[in-house]
């Protein structure tokens, strides 16, 4: 069992920037590949990032590339959101998400573990 916790939400001005960290705990984080999932009120979970075990490879949604980065520190269990250049559109639940099929990691009826979720809100 893995479980995340996620921290760092809360509410900016458009063009304003958040650092999300995704702390895990029970398993060690480097067997898990790791994304971060968005769901905004009344859509769909859908992806955002994820990171390889190793931290060498990363993939973002379209929406976000270029402005958000992806990181992970394997020492200290925790995953990152670096979200910078924040629109009026990427206000939504954040969520961390782990899973040891690296192949899934986008796909949010794959995933294994969930975190509870933060608040990220952006303000006009």
């Known amino acids: 069992q893995v479980q995340l916790v996620e921290s760092g939400g809360g509410s900016v001005q458009a063009g304003g920037s958040l650092r999300l960290s995704c702390s895990a705990s029970?398993?060690?984080?480097?067997?898990?590949?790791m994304g971060w999932f968005r769901q905004a009120p009344g859509k769909e979970r859908e992806f955002v990032a994820a990171?390889?075990?190793?931290?060498?490879?990363?993939d973002y949604v379209d929406s976000v590339k270029g402005r958000f980065t992806i990181s992970r520190d394997n020492a200290k269990n925790t995953v990152y959101l670096q979200m910078n250049s924040l629109k009026p559109d990427d206000p939504a639940v954040y969520y961390c998400?782990?899973?040891?099929?690296?192949?899934?990691?986008?796909?949010?009826?794959?995933?294994?573990?969930w975190g509870q979720g933060t608040q990220v809100t952006v303000s006009s």
């Open positions: 998400a782990a899973e040891a099929r690296p192949n899934y990691i986008r796909r949010p009826t794959k995933i294994a573990y």
């Open positions: 029970g398993r060690t984080l480097s067997d898990y590949a």
């Open positions: 990171i390889s075990w190793s931290g060498n490879r990363s």
